[in-house]
Nanobody
């Protein structure tokens, strides 16, 4: 079982930037998919950005061109660079890892991102 710890959240003004970090307790090179999800109060959790073990990335349409997911395998970390932040980006952001043949999800504790207008 991998443990995930997010950091980097905070309060920023619209148009600003934040970089979220997710540190894993073990090597991430063999994890099929890692990603960032977010959940705002009263709304469903949504996938924001994904990165596969091969380095392929996928983004939800609302963040394309603004967010970038990346990884540092040596550091066992995954990042989410968030630029041009909007108030609607306000949510708790969770790091996720899908492990095993069935892609069982493992979650971090979440980090709050608040974007003020």
């Amino acid at each position: 079982q991998v443990q995930l710890v997010e950091s980097g959240g905070g309060v920023v003004q619209a148009g600003g930037s934040l970089r979220l970090s997710c540190e894993a307790s073990e090597s991430i090179f063999a994890i099929n998919v890692m990603g960032w999800y977010r959940q705002a109060p009263g709304k469903e959790r949504e996938s924001v950005a994904l990165i596969t073990s091969g380095g392929q990335t996928k983004y939800v349409d609302s963040v394309k061109g603004r967010f970038t997911i990346s990884r540092d395998i040596a550091k066992k970390m995954v990042f989410l660079q968030m630029n041009s932040l909007k108030p609607e980006d306000t949510a708790v952001y969770y790091c996720n890892a899908k492990i095993g043949a069935w892609g069982t999800s493992h979650w971090g504790q979440g980090t709050q991102v608040t974007v003020s207008s």
